[in-house]
């Protein structure tokens, strides 16, 4: 049974609310509530400004809820007539609309509340999201060098220029950035990263033995990659400037071709300390090394899909290499290519809905792209060498 003595505390309280309901009508303003066009969720901090019939002009910011006002006691404030309104926020395409404001203010009275305001509500639409380029690596001006290009292959463009081998590019989870790794200095492999145009170009890793397969954490701070700096190819993660280089596998066998999932919790790769290679996942950290695959053939080359699922990999199972694909605990290995050719290194477009490959089924290797489900297989360049190690 409900407390009485409560009652006189919860009825005080509504003249207070109403008092304030009733100030803010009675102030007189234009309000409304900008949304998102697709979702009906509020924007916070949109920008909405006016231009009136008589030339004033005014602005104000939505607050977290997606409300914004104008207080016409403040001044200048939208006069009655035709508005030109400008509604913009980050991500959204800035809606230019006009309106009729039109207020009764003649005739208000508290029985005629809303002679002292008007409601002007828009919707944004999300600003459409532009392709995501393939950056890859080809051979076809005399050395392997680092390519971007266009996701329908449109664009070829060259983002390094040197005579040694510039190899397995890794967009950054920005893409501001590239990682590869090149034997520039002095024919060991190192690890080095440059802005998404070519510029900037800087070198993480110096050390003698071979440090390559780089690949980016999806928040951005970190670079694993793999070494045998310690007599055999291990798994190390560095900081993204390079420092704090640290092995996260010891085993007697091969440990390479690190892949972070999405979530950033874990790490696919490649290993043969089983005799021949598998695709394992362990922790970020290195614990937990499981092993996903256990087939006759080598397994390699593991990409997790945008929304951390499934797995594509490389096998060669059925005498010549293919495209699989498994769920994250290694479940469900399904053949998406079945060809005469090589069909190796996939890699998922960002909305998952397509995978990139590099295949030679065309006598040469080049890169090829196929729905998610190994569908509608297009080829994307088309050159007398080698064009591979797509990452999209």
């Given at each position: ?127 459409a999201a532009e392709p995501a380029k393939i950056v890859f690596s080809s ?254």
């Open positions: 049974m409900p407390n009485g003595r409560n009652h006189p505390h919860c009825l005080s309280v509504i003249p207070i609310v109403l008092s304030v309901a009733l100030a803010f009508l009675l102030s007189g303003c234009l309000w409304g509530v900008v949304r998102d066009a697709d979702t009906g969720d509020p924007i916070g901090g949109a920008t909405v400004s006016y231009t009136d019939a008589n030339g004033n002009t005014d602005s104000t910011t939505t607050t977290a809820n997606g409300l914004y006002s104008f207080d016409q006691a403040a001044g200048p404030y939208p006069a009655p007539g035709a508005a030109s309104f400008e509604v913009s926020a980050p991500g959204y395409e800035t809606l230019t609309n006009a309106r009729l404001v039109a207020y009764n203010d003649s005739n208000g009275s508290l029985a005629n509340l809303s002679s002292f305001w008007e409601v002007q509500s828009f919707q944004l639409q999300p600003t051979n076809r001006d005399g050395s392997y060098e680092i390519y971007v290009m266009e996701a329908d292959g449109d664009d070829q463009t060259r983002l390094t220029n040197n005579p040694a081998m510039d190899d397995w590019p890794d967009w950054s989870p920005d893409r501001s950035q590239i990682a590869f790794h090149t034997n520039r200095d002095a024919g060991n492999f190192e690890v080095y990263v440059m802005d998404a145009d070519g510029g900037g170009l800087t070198r993480l890793t110096t050390h003698p033995a071979d440090d390559g397969d780089p690949a980016w954490s999806p928040d951005g701070s970190k670079i694993a990659f793999a070494s045998n700096r310690d007599g055999n190819f291990e798994i190390y993660v560095m900081n993204a400037d390079g420092t704090g280089q640290t092995r996260i596998t010891n085993s007697a066998g091969y440990d390479a071709e690190p892949a972070w999932s999405p979530d950033g919790s874990k790490i696919a790769f490649v290993s043969n300390r089983d005799g021949n290679f598998e695709v394992y996942v362990m922790n970020d950290n290195g614990s937990g090394q499981t092993n996903l695959t256990n087939s006759a053939g080598a397994d390699s080359l593991p990409c997790w899909s945008p929304d951390g699922s499934l797995i594509a990999f490389t096998t060669d199972r059925d005498a010549n290499d293919e495209i699989y694909v498994m769920d994250d605990s290694g479940n469900g290995q399904t053949n998406l290519t079945s060809d005469a050719g090589n069909d190796r290194h996939p890699t998922w477009s960002p909305d998952g809905s397509q995978i990139a490959f590099n295949s030679n089924r065309d006598g040469d290797f080049e890169i090829f792209v196929m729905d998610d489900n190994g569908s509608d297989q297009t080829k994307l360049t088309n050159n007398g060498v080698d064009d591979r190690a797509a990452n999209w």
